[in-house]
Structures are given as C-alpha cells and as structure tokens.
C-alpha cells in the first residue's frame, strides 16, 4: 500500500511549502517543509495510540497523530482526505 497526501497551497501557512503525509506498509511518513529544512517523522502503525481530525465547516481540516507521547498536527487538507487517513491508520 501506497498513499500520498499533500496538504492545498491555499491554507494558512502552506502557501510556499505544503506539507506531506505518506502512508506505507510499515507506518506514516509526515514531512514538513521549511523555507532552509525540513522535518521528517516516521511512525509505525503501532506507535500510534490515537488519530484526532477537525474538520470545520468551513476551511480546512487538521488531522494529529498521537505517538511516543507527543502529538503531531499537519493542517491543510480537504475533509474527505483526513477521514481516508484516519480510516488507513484504523485499518492497521
């Protein structure tokens, strides 16, 4: 299983680099673009303890990652892609 999901352009704070969330067999890949770096985290599907989204009625939705006792928000995505992520995690 592969699947990639990039957050719009046109939510807050993403405009120059929008963030990237990859779904493999082994766990999700979140890397977060900066204008001199990036951050990569790598989680197995058995570190993760929980998956929260946000979905507003309006804009944009915000899904986070629970794992090693830290959360990790991305922001930026349509509805239906942080309930198709939240499903991918569930499923594991």
Same mark, same amino acid.
């Given at each position: 299983?592969? /699947?990639?999901?990039?957050?719009?352009?046109?939510?807050?704070?993403?405009?120059?680099?929008?963030?990237?969330?990859?779904?493999?067999?082994?766990?999700?890949?979140?890397?977060?673009?900066?204008?001199?770096?990036?951050?990569?985290?790598?989680?197995?599907?058995?570190?993760?303890?929980?998956?929260?989204?946000?979905?507003?009625?309006?804009?944009?939705?915000?899904?986070?990652?629970?794992?090693?006792? /830290?959360?990790?928000?991305?922001?930026?995505?349509?509805? /239906?892609?942080?309930?198709?992520?939240? /499903?991918?995690?569930?499923?594991?």
């Amino acid at each position: 299983m592969y /699947r990639k999901f990039t957050a719009s352009r046109i939510s807050e704070s993403n405009v120059l680099f929008p963030p990237t969330i990859i779904f493999t067999d082994e766990g999700i890949t979140i890397k977060t673009p900066a204008l001199l770096h990036h951050d990569t985290d790598f989680i197995p599907y058995e570190a993760v303890s929980s998956v929260m989204i946000h979905t507003p009625l309006a804009g944009f939705s915000t899904i986070t990652f629970y794992a090693y006792g /830290r959360a990790i928000r991305v922001h930026g995505f349509f509805q /239906r892609e942080v309930r198709e992520m939240k /499903r991918l995690v569930d499923g594991k």
